[in-house]
């Protein structure tokens, strides 16, 4: 597993001294040659006894361990992505549909002067793709200049090497992912909108 940047490896009095405590967290059992890890560890097992409190695994169970803690990590990562997606996704969909939904008056003024149902509808599908594609740009820029920021500053304060890497197909589907979700949601209020009677844009 190695040892990360600045890490100390005290002995067993400066350990002592530094916790106030002699009893050790982990040890490690080199086993004797011709001993298999299985046996090794009932051996240590029955050494240690039932109430030591101490957990026995060989090495293979120790890096299992953590491999698991890192994909449970990944996994967890994962998940907040997929809901950061879908709350971005709702958020400028409601904010379009509502926006579509308050131009009602307007749009039925456009269809006293003779546009129709397809072109106000047409005009929408523009409108939502300029809106939706330019924030998908920006945010592309930013959120890539924000992962080579994080990498960078992981590299300077722990040394773990962050490569910084631009991953198309990656990206692109998210891109598409939200795109599609926006689609998908305004196209309710925007069939509500250019259904609007041309009375609406009467007033008494």
Same mark, same amino acid.
């Given at each position: ?120 509808? /047409?005009? *929408?599908?523009?409108? !939502? @793709? =300029?809106?939706?594609?330019? +924030?998908?740009? &920006? $945010?592309?820029? #930013? ?8 990498? /960078?500053? *992981?590299?300077?304060? !722990? @040394? =773990?090497?962050?490569?910084? +890497?631009?991953? &198309? $197909?990656?990206? #692109? ?28 844009? #009467?007033?008494?």
């Amino acid at each position: 597993l190695g040892w990360p940047p600045g890490a100390l490896i005290l002995n067993a009095d400066d350990y002592a001294s530094t916790w106030a405590l002699k009893d050790p967290t982990a040890l490690e059992i080199n086993l004797a040659p011709g001993v298999g890890q299985e046996q090794g560890k009932r051996l240590v097992a029955q050494a240690l006894g039932p109430v030591s409190g101490l957990r026995v695994a060989t090495q293979g169970e120790r890096i299992e361990d953590y491999r698991q803690m890192e994909r449970q990590g990944l996994a967890r990562l994962s998940q907040i992505s997929t809901l950061l997606l879908i709350a971005a996704a709702l958020a400028i969909t409601s904010a379009m549909g509502a926006a579509i939904l308050d131009r009602r008056e307007r749009l039925a003024a456009l269809k006293v002067q003779g546009f129709t149902r397809r072109q106000l509808w /047409r005009a *929408l599908v523009y409108e !939502t @793709g =300029f809106v939706v594609g330019a +924030g998908c740009i &920006l $945010g592309l820029a #930013l959120g890539t200049y924000g992962h080579y920021l994080a990498g /960078r500053y *992981l590299e300077l304060t !722990t @040394g =773990f090497p962050a490569p910084f +890497g631009v991953g &198309l $197909g990656q990206v #692109l589907p998210v891109l598409a992912l939200v795109a599609g979700t926006a689609y998908f949601v305004v196209g309710l209020p925007g069939r509500v909108a250019v259904r609007t009677p041309m009375s609406a844009c #009467l007033r008494s």
